[in-house]
């Protein structure tokens, strides 16, 4: 129940992003639900290894790279939806990180207002 409930708030976050941000767009609902999935693997598996790689040049940034990351993990999660014929479009670095930055304050939004993201412990 909990994925699906993140699964749903990843996929409302996209369609926010694609209506707010000029260069970002999807096919279908069905397309939206797929990016979602991919997001979600994105999220999972490549960014935490990113991240750890790309330490030392968070530090010297003191944390700004992180929404370039982002950015480049949305752009990422963008090609390999194309590979899979998912019908999701991010024309740019610009638009990528608008819509980071805007996927990730709806997100952390809808998760507080669901409780999406609490865990079992506190409940």
Do not use: Q, Y
């Not at 996209?14 to 260069?23: D, I, M, R, T």
């Amino acid at each position: 129940m909990k994925f699906l409930l993140s699964l749903v708030i990843t996929a409302l976050a996209l369609a926010v992003a694609a209506h707010l941000v000029p260069g970002i767009s999807f096919g279908t609902m069905k397309d939206l639900a797929l990016m979602a999935l991919v997001v979600g693997f994105v999220n999972a598996i490549i960014t935490p290894v990113v991240k750890l790689l790309s330490c030392p040049f968070i530090i010297l940034t003191l944390g700004l790279a992180i929404p370039i990351i982002n950015a480049l993990m949305l752009l990422l999660a963008t090609k390999i939806a194309s590979m899979f014929g998912i019908d999701f479009r991010v024309d740019g670095f610009w638009p990528a990180l608008f819509g980071a930055l805007l996927i990730s304050v709806v997100s952390i939004v809808l998760g507080a207002v669901t409780g999406a993201f609490r865990s079992e412990a506190k409940r």
